[in-house]
């Protein structure tokens, strides 16, 4: 599986920003995507995930100004984050886990898209 992430960049404190994140390859075998965040010098966090079902999990530091969805038709992946604060400042990136034909799960990684705001 390859993840293409996009969107991002400099945004102003208080806009709204969507990320895309469009999955290729054995994209019968996903189980589920979601988008992580890493700041400078911490650790890379859990932002939103969406199960193939639908079902979604949000951090409870963005619940309410994040919304999670996706394009089954396209495997894409969209992350909507309004009222943006400075402390949204991070390298968000995709993920997508993967269930083999042994049942084995096993996680990918897009490339990472800068997103900065500025107060």
């Known amino acids: 599986v390859q993840l293409q992430a996009s969107g991002g960049g400099l945004m102003q404190a208080g806009g709204s920003l969507i990320l895309s994140c469009a999955a290729s390859?054995?994209?019968?075998?996903?189980?589920?995507m979601g988008w992580y965040r890493q700041a400078p010098g911490k650790q890379r966090d859990l932002v939103a995930s969406?199960?193939?079902?639908?079902?979604?999990n949000y951090a409870d530091s963005v619940k309410g100004r994040v919304t999670i969805s996706r394009d089954n038709a396209k495997n894409t992946v969209y992350l909507q984050m309004s009222s943006l604060k400075s402390e949204d400042t991070a390298v968000y990136y995709c993920?997508?886990?993967?269930?083999?034909?042994?049942?084995?799960?096993?996680?990918?990684w897009g490339q990472g898209t800068l997103v900065t705001v500025s107060s």
């Open positions: 969406i199960t193939s079902s639908g079902s979604t």
């Open positions: 390859g054995d994209t019968d075998s996903i189980l589920e």
């Open positions: 993920n997508a886990v993967v269930r083999n034909y042994r049942w084995e799960t096993r996680g990918y």
